[in-house]
């Protein structure tokens, strides 16, 4: 037996032989119902999704509240292993929200083999079937459970009723749905056939082997997607949730189970990071790691990962979306107003806890006077307040790591004589990890929060001299040097040649570029999302390029003539 190939037990033979018969995939091109993006309610005053919404809120903000207990499921199975994770509301700190069960290294184990089994039938089912069940699922989200997803969102991961709105109700549904439509895009394609004796045809494979995503707190919709998306072309997936985001990726998980997702195709398995690497990559059925999360941790995963590249069946395949220390660049003929309230969005929305988030802004000195009266007068009406409360435009930060951290960086700033603060720059964790909104001024471009990636209600402005035909072109250059990350930026200007400018020289540093919009807000289907340099691999959420990294093509030429010779005619002589 070759090194790491799988001995099938005889129950698993039985069950493929018995699949192969029993599946039909040749049913042909799909054409499935018409795909638009999901309806955004806008929970205003006195509107009935917000009443709904509140409601639901309400069961966890109810003083007898008793915390939920998350367990692992494996093969269909729920375990409690007794080694738990105790979440606290992150806005309110001395309440517990849920106690998370961890999987050891042997119920890892158990998952991979589980995954392995179920494997066999799950690619063999006819896409037509797959994508019946996210579409199923879609419709679940969209309607029954979008009220109890949107409030465990808000109170797990302390996002304000809007916000959960486009993330783990919108984006989550426009995810399904939109794979739906690109996987049966990509199975419709078909080389051509030049002669007619033969036939050409393409067979999208499933990667051998299972599919380790690893989901970060910040974005319910990604959680869904980095499980998905690899499923929905066959994969089998082990799912490390985010330890700060379990509650609404449990949810997500129950909602695929009753929409017909068969036990083992996704197996639930919060654990410790550590432990879920080791058991992943000393696995020979490991193809692929999806991560979206810190830079440092994607790195340190990938270099453990080439430690083991020997381990593995078949050389794996790594789709990571990461960090970002995104710009906003204000050219002197921008409009002022679009420039500052594109900013404070871009930069406060969600506590700047977006991987898009806007943290350097450079403004012209010319209109600098204009621009900071404005947006510090703005940013001073923003409230920061508890996630259910309809006024609050942001909350709290995730946990006390990421409040530390945050801290960390505004204690330097308020010691470093290059910079000052304009506005905010306070923190208090008396009741939860709350930060205020905080606008710095430096006059060093390469500060170290002009440079490092904070993810916090942080935005550090440097004021450029414009007085020079050349200014425009130097702080663009500036800016594409500044950060190794290349996620996402934008530039605000009415000039065309400005504009034009700016997108060739910031060609490379971002994935997604804005131009008079801000930084943050890519929809699925309309602006597929990731970035390159150290901020991922650049693989397009929300398109059809993703759902290529999840499939092995195999290309079969099939000949109906047959050779009377081995001779071609030039050998004549």
Known sequence: MLRGTHKLSRKTTRLFHTSTKKLDTSYGSLHIPKITNEPTYEYAKGSKERELLLRECTKYTDPFYKPIEIPLIINGEEYRTGDTFAREFPSHKKKVLYNMHLADEHHLKMAIEGSIEAKFKWEQLPLDQKIAIFLKAADLLSGKYRYKVLASCMMGQGKTMYQAEIDAACETIDFWRFNALYASQIYDRQPQTKKSSLWNKTEFRSLEGFVAAISPFNFTAIGSNLVSA????????????????????????????????????????????????????????????????????????????????????????????????????????????????????????????????????????????????????????????????????????????????????????????????????????????????????????????????????????????????????????????????????????????????????????????????????????????????????????????????????????????ELTSWKYPSTEY
């Open 230 to 561: 690899p499923a929905l072309m066959g994969n089998v997936v082990l799912w490390k949730p985010s330890h700060a985001a379990a509650l609404s990726n449990y949810y997500i998980y129950q909602i695929l189970k009753e929409a017909g997702m068969p036990d083992g195709v996704i197996q639930f398995v919060p654990s410790e990071g550590p432990t879920f690497g080791q058991a992943s990559f000393s696995s020979p059925h490991f193809s692929c790691l999806h991560f979206t999360g810190g830079t440092k941790t994607f790195q340190m995963l990938y270099k453990q990962l080439a430690n083991s590249i020997e381990t593995f069946n078949a050389t794996p395949r790594v789709v990571a979306e990461t960090g970002g220390k995104n710009f906003h660049v204000m050219h002197e003929s921008a409009n002022i107003e679009n420039f500052v309230h594109n900013t404070i969005r871009g930069a406060f929305e969600y506590s700047g806890q977006k991987c898009s988030a806007a943290s350097r802004v450079y403004v012209p000195k010319s209109k600098w006077n204009q621009v900071r009266e404005m947006l510090v007068e703005e940013v001073r009406r923003v409230k920061v307040g508890q996630p259910e409360d309809p006024s609050s435009f942001t909350s709290c930060v995730i946990d006390k790591n990421s409040f530390d951290k945050i801290s960390g960086f505004l204690e330097r700033a308020r010691n470093d004589p290059d910079i000052k603060v304009l506005c905010g720059g306070h923190c208090d964790d008396s009741v939860g990890y709350f930060v205020d909104l905080t606008v710095l001024l430096t006059s060093n471009p390469k500060s170290e929060t002009m440079c490092e990636e904070i993810f916090g209600p942080v935005v550090t402005v440097y004021v450029y001299d414009d007085s020079g035909e050349e200014s425009w072109i130097d702080v663009l250059k500036l800016v594409d040097s500044t950060s190794p990350y290349g996620l996402t930026g934008a530039v605000f200007a009415t000039d065309r040649y400005a504009i034009m400018t700016a997108n060739k020289i910031l060609r490379h540093s971002s994935g997604n570029f804005y131009i008079n919009d801000k930084s943050t807000g890519a929809v699925v289907g309309q602006q597929p999302f990731g970035g390159g340099r150290v901020s991922g691999t650049n693989d397009k959420a929300g398109s059809e390029q993703l759902l290529w990294r999840f499939t092995s093509v195999r290309t079969i030429k099939e000949n109906f003539g």
